[in-house]
Each structure stands twice: as structure tokens, then as C-alpha cells.
């Protein structure tokens, strides 16, 4: 079995998942308006100077003290009452369709991020894939974070829950694939046989082409509300599914090579088979 493997942040949607329901985290009164503005400064220094591993390791304490105290099961409500106000202006359309075409091949597809799977859990089933590898905060026995992380899913630490993933589900890491925008993943990217670099940092797009690994920009924002959208492609058909995706610049450039495309040309180059 074969299986696709996206990053949540910059490559699904457009923000960090997290900094994205800040504002119904203040709404709820379990932040402050100083918690707001540096969340707002640090979605700033994640989008344009890109997420190193200090800036990520200082943002993963800061979301630990901020948090502690905090009960799961008010975070998973506020989670589930803004996920489609807050996340369908932010999903890239170019990642719903690849998501679509992975499916539509037989591929498991799988979220995999550092945000914690209180938002991860609830944005997969958003998106319809078939699963999510996330951070784990530890809680207490109230249910209450504790300000400690039971698993961070980071760098290597997401191939390395790849890895079990694909050992209990008899997938096949090197005839998989795997979309980031970080070189803090390389390892994620590396675990599998096609990794693809979508909107990368510099670091990440100069590896990309030392390798030869395909690069794709994603710019476009889909109006898609509900992940039943996604399972729509199964009762209309393969044929009408696939002309029905609306065009994306990869997308483009392959149906203007001629025309009567065949479904596969519809498929960035590692993609085709």
C-alpha cells in the first residue's frame, strides 16, 4: 500500500494551525490581548523568516506555558465550533485537489504536524484523509494541560511516527509520498521515495533542486466548506471528478500541452505513472 504525507502548516493551509484560532482562544478568555499580539508577532517571524528549530523550540514553550491550566475538552469544543469559519478561507485549493488525486489512485493520505491534535484531529476529518500524526500535550487526570508534551511531533521525530505508521498499516514508505514547506522536515521528506517541496523556505528549495525533487507553488484559496465535498468524488465518477477540479497553475500547464488530456496528465510529475 502506498500513501501521501502533508504538512499542516504553509502547505495545506496558509497560516500556522495553531496562531489560527488565537482570536476564539481570547473570545473563550483563555488568553489575554498581550497573548494576542505576540501571537500575532509570531505568525509574523514564522511566515517571513521562515521556522527554524530555535524559533519553533521558543514557540513550542511559549504555547506550553500559555496553555497549562487549560482544560482539553474546552480547546476541543472552541476547536470544533470555528473549524469552518476559521480554517476553509486558509486551505489551498492546488492541496485539496493532490489530496483528491491521492485519494482517487488508492493512497492513504495522512496530515502529519507540530500542532497539537486537539486542531490536527478535527482538521483531518475536516479534509476527509484518512488520518493525522500530531503533537500529544500531556494532561492530567481532570484532563487539564500540565504545560509538558507527551510526544512533539517534530523534525525527526515525524519520520520517525511515519515510520510506525506505515509499519502497522502495511504502507510502503519508498513508493510514497510526502509535501512540506520546511527544511525542519527534511527528515519527513527524506523517509519517503517522492517528496515534494511545496512553497519551500530557501533552505529546503536548495535542497529540492540539489535532488532533483519536484517544487510546487500553492497560491490559490479553496471555498470548500465540508471534507463531504472530497467524498463527492466517489459517487460522481472518476471521469467527471477529475474534469471537474478546477484548474491550478500545475494543472494548467499540463492541460495547454494539448488537448483531450488523459486523467494522469492532470498529475504533477511524480505523480504520473
Given at each position: 500500500?502506498?500513501?501521501?504525507?502533508?504538512?499542516?502548516?504553509?502547505?495545506?493551509?496558509?497560516?500556522?494551525?495553531?496562531?489560527?484560532?488565537?482570536?476564539?482562544?481570547?473570545?473563550?478568555?483563555?488568553?489575554?490581548?498581550?497573548?494576542?499580539?505576540?501571537?500575532?508577532?509570531?505568525?509574523?517571524?514564522?511566515?517571513?523568516?521562515?521556522?527554524?528549530?530555535?524559533?519553533?523550540?521558543?514557540?513550542?514553550?511559549?504555547?506550553?506555558?500559555?496553555?497549562?491550566?487549560?482544560?482539553?475538552?474546552?480547546?476541543?469544543?472552541v476547536v470544533a465550533e470555528a473549524l469552518t469559519e476559521i480554517v476553509t478561507p486558509l486551505v489551498y485549493r492546488e492541496a485539496v485537489e493532490l489530496i483528491k488525486l491521492h485519494q482517487l489512485a488508492g493512497r492513504k493520505v495522512f496530515l502529519v504536524s507540530a500542532s497539537p491534535e486537539e486542531i490536527v484531529e478535527p482538521m483531518a476529518a475536516f479534509l476527509g484523509v484518512d488520518g493525522q500524526i500530531a503533537t500529544k500535550p500531556r494532561v492530567d487526570e481532570e484532563?487539564?494541560?500540565?504545560?509538558?508534551?507527551?510526544?512533539?511531533?517534530?523534525?525527526?521525530?515525524?519520520?520517525?511516527?511515519?515510520a510506525e505508521v506505515a509499519q502497522r498499516e502495511g504502507i510502503d514508505l519508498a513508493a510514497s509520498?510526502?509535501?512540506?514547506?520546511?527544511?525542519?522536515?527534511?527528515?519527513?521528506?527524506?523517509?519517503?521515495?517522492?517528496?515534494?517541496?511545496?512553497?519551500?523556505?530557501?533552505?529546503?528549495?536548495?535542497?529540492?533542486r540539489e535532488h532533483g525533487w519536484e517544487i510546487l507553488e500553492f497560491r490559490h484559496h479553496t471555498k470548500v466548506g465540508r471534507h463531504r465535498v472530497l467524498r463527492t468524488v466517489g459517487a460522481v465518477g472518476l471521469g467527471i471528478a477529475i474534469t471537474a477540479i478546477p484548474a491550478t497553475p500545475f494543472l494548467r500547464r499540463a492541460t495547454r500541452r494539448r488537448r483531450g488530456v488523459e486523467p494522469t496528465d492532470l498529475l504533477p510529475p511524480p505523480l504520473r505513472q
Amino acid at each position: 500500500m502506498e500513501a501521501a504525507f502533508f504538512d499542516l502548516d504553509k502547505t495545506v493551509i496558509s497560516r500556522a494551525s495553531l496562531l489560527a484560532f488565537g482570536a476564539r482562544f481570547f473570545q473563550e478568555g483563555l488568553i489575554n490581548r498581550r497573548t494576542v499580539a505576540r501571537s500575532v508577532w509570531a505568525q509574523l517571524v514564522y511566515r517571513y523568516l521562515g521556522a527554524n528549530e530555535r524559533r519553533l523550540r521558543r514557540l513550542e514553550r511559549s504555547v506550553l506555558d500559555l496553555t497549562q491550566g487549560w482544560h482539553q475538552s474546552v480547546v476541543r469544543r472552541v476547536v470544533a465550533e470555528a473549524l469552518t469559519e476559521i480554517v476553509t478561507p486558509l486551505v489551498y485549493r492546488e492541496a485539496v485537489e493532490l489530496i483528491k488525486l491521492h485519494q482517487l489512485a488508492g493512497r492513504k493520505v495522512f496530515l502529519v504536524s507540530a500542532s497539537p491534535e486537539e486542531i490536527v484531529e478535527p482538521m483531518a476529518a475536516f479534509l476527509g484523509v484518512d488520518g493525522q500524526i500530531a503533537t500529544k500535550p500531556r494532561v492530567d487526570e481532570e484532563g487539564t494541560y500540565t504545560g509538558e508534551m507527551a510526544f512533539y511531533n517534530y523534525g525527526p521525530y515525524k519520520a520517525e511516527a511515519m515510520a510506525e505508521v506505515a509499519q502497522r498499516e502495511g504502507i510502503d514508505l519508498a513508493a510514497s509520498y510526502a509535501y512540506s514547506d520546511s527544511y525542519t522536515d527534511l527528515p519527513m521528506l527524506e523517509a519517503v521515495g517522492h517528496p515534494v517541496a511545496v512553497n519551500p523556505d530557501r533552505v529546503l528549495a536548495r535542497v529540492a533542486r540539489e535532488h532533483g525533487w519536484e517544487i510546487l507553488e500553492f497560491r490559490h484559496h479553496t471555498k470548500v466548506g465540508r471534507h463531504r465535498v472530497l467524498r463527492t468524488v466517489g459517487a460522481v465518477g472518476l471521469g467527471i471528478a477529475i474534469t471537474a477540479i478546477p484548474a491550478t497553475p500545475f494543472l494548467r500547464r499540463a492541460t495547454r500541452r494539448r488537448r483531450g488530456v488523459e486523467p494522469t496528465d492532470l498529475l504533477p510529475p511524480p505523480l504520473r505513472q
